[in-house]
T-cell receptor, first 113, second 115 residues
Framework: GAGVSQSPRYKVAKRGQDVALRCDPI?????LFWYQQALGQGPEFLTY????????KSGLPSDRFFAERPEGSVSTLKIQRTQQEDSAVYLC???????????FGQGTRLTVV | AQSVTQLGSHVSVSEGALVLLRCNYS??????LFWYVQYPNQGLQLLLK??????LVKGINGFEAEFKKSETSFHLTKPSAHMSDAAEYFC?????????????FGKGTMLLVSP
């Protein structure tokens, strides 16, 4: 595609509900990143994929967060048993390779009520 | 560990005035530094980046930034603000890993432009 596409753009979840956020990277991009941006803060790194391999998940805040990229293209970030502190914008980025420029999607704004 | 500090959560300027957004970094290795802009309900757009070539880096929309090692700074400037520059700006430093790099962002500075 022309850019990184994320869906849904907005998600409201009740506390305790599971959610799944989708990222469709630029076609052919090997590297995919997820970031979390809390209100009034800069984005913070969550996890990194090289093709289908999740090479770094050091930023995932708890074991309720899970990410996958099974075929090396589309990625899904899943949050189980959502909590209010999970409310944030979740940004996905992709790059041609690990060290090249990352292009960001528009993000998914998650609100947990 | 690499980090960035952005001074001032909000900066207000008049249209046509100089824009100066401050960023200081901390890095144990020569850094790669970036400025991104984020418009409301949008993702991040790269304005410019420093990768150890020229210390004065020119970016899109008339923005530029100067890398000053002695001051550990990478401030963003634009000679004349436009209303369309109103947005949030993030400074970031690249964190190098084995085979990939990630970004560590500052908390952002909201630029407000008044007519």
């Amino acid at each position: 595609g022309a850019g990184v596409s994320q869906s849904p753009r907005y998600k409201v979840a009740k506390r305790g509900q599971d959610v799944a956020l989708r990222c469709d990277p630029i076609s052919g991009h090997v590297s995919l990143f997820w970031y979390q941006q809390a209100l009034g803060q800069g984005p913070e790194f969550l996890t990194y994929f090289q093709n289908e391999a999740q090479l770094d998940k050091s930023g995932l805040p708890s074991d309720r967060f899970f990410a996958e990229r099974p075929e090396g293209s589309v990625s899904t970030l899943k949050i189980q048993r959502t909590q209010q502190e999970d409310s944030a914008v979740y940004l996905c980025a992709s790059s041609a390779e690990g060290y090249t420029e990352a292009f960001f999607g528009q993000g998914t704004r998650l609100t947990v009520v | 560990a690499q980090s960035v500090t952005q001074l001032g959560s909000h900066v207000s300027v008049s249209e046509g005035a100089l824009v100066l957004l401050r960023c200081n970094y901390s890095s144990s290795v020569p850094p790669y530094l970036f400025w991104y802009v984020q418009y409301p309900n949008q993702g991040l757009q790269l304005l410019l980046k420093y990768t150890s070539a020229a210390t004065l880096v020119k970016g899109i929309n008339g923005f530029e930034a100067e890398f000053k090692k002695s001051e550990t700074s990478f401030h963003l400037t634009k000679p004349s603000a436009h209303m369309s520059d109103a947005a949030e700006y993030f400074c970031a430093v690249s964190v190098l890993n084995s085979g990939y790099s990630t970004l560590t962002f500052g908390k952002g500075t909201m630029l407000l432009v008044s007519p």
